[in-house]
């Protein structure tokens, strides 16, 4: 891929977003959203209830079954000041973090930290499982981004319990209130199973069981993915352009079976732009093992200095060839793929996603899916009263460059 990261001004993907055009509370019924669909430059206006109308027959359609977990934790120090504590990501596996049962350390935001004193422990008192439980903070060390902060608590109870007890659902940045009671039910999926993001994958916010339901009719079975949404995808690019910007990593696993029937499949629809994310990594990941390379990580401009010539269904042989040999169910992956225009998907036909902010990365992945269209689509949903960003209407964008 002949791309020039430094030719890609930033300034080019910005549009004006009224405040009041950004949803902050989610609609009555799910499925009953805006659906903007958009092919070969032409727009339809429709209800996500309908999206099977606009689907084919025996596609695979990829979601993200991560959970997103209760990571805003707030202390009361005697004084009375409050810290609060934004849980990111834990320095071991995720799943391993979550059922700990006595210390975990995690990289955190602190709110408040210029008051934390070193040495002082934070604690407060929780009722867990109709025990009382003792949570402790302890301030460990300032990275460049974050803080590393160590959790210990009384009582033989996992760490995902501890968070459910003692968190709050983390709404993103742009939406302006707390979360409510309902915040805990809607910014997850109805079908949300892996604990461990910070962020809704928000594209699948709208599906519901009568969703499901008409496109099992259309013989269109789910496929999961779990790629955990870190806070970096709220992260703004502040620089001109986008070479200079450093892209979050985050950490996916699929199944032998996924992949199998990612083989198997002629059209895939891709679920939000981390679904997306990661059905490209695993492409590009399985050209690194055909190289002999088995790190499984792919950092955010490892794609575009790899052999592009490898098709989507080689590059997934070759991941199926290394988990049977490796005799594991689960592929356990990181990615910081940085997906910008010019770039060449290989896996999805289309793209289900909501209306994402200016000047971010997600809009730069909309841009490289449909190309200049973006503009057209995002144009066509502000002159049409669409909502935006996390608790937003849907989009279904069909890629641009198919025959």
Known sequence: MNIKPDKIFIEEYNYDLPGQRIANFPLAERDRSKLLVYEKGVIKDEEFLNLSNYLPENAALVLNNTKVIEARIYFQKESG???????????????????????????????????????LVLQKILHVKDNEIILSARYISKQEDAFIIEFSWTGNVAFSDILFAAGNIPLPPYIKRKAEKEDA??????????????????????????????LTNKHIHPLYVTLHVGAGTFKPVKTETISEHQMHGESFAVTRSLIQALLETEKIIAVGTTALRTLESLHWLGVKIINGQDDLILEQWDAYNLNATITYKESLAALLAYVNKKGEEQLHCRTSLLIVPGYKFKSAQALITNFHQPKSTLLLLVAAFIGADWKQVYNHALQNNYRFLSYGDSSLLWRNDQP
Request: net charge positive; with cysteine; proline share 4%.
């Open 81 to 119: 000041g409050v810290i609060e504590i934004f849980c990111l990501e834990p320095t071991t596996p995720v799943e391993q973090a979550m059922r700990e049962t006595k210390t975990a350390q995690w990289q955190c935001l602190v709110g408040g930290a210029s008051k934390w004193k070193h040495g």
């Open 185 to 214: 039910e809607r910014y997850q999926t109805v079908f949300a199973r892996h604990k461990g993001s910070v962020a809704a994958p928000t594209a699948a916010l709208h599906f519901t069981e009568n969703v499901f339901n008409s």
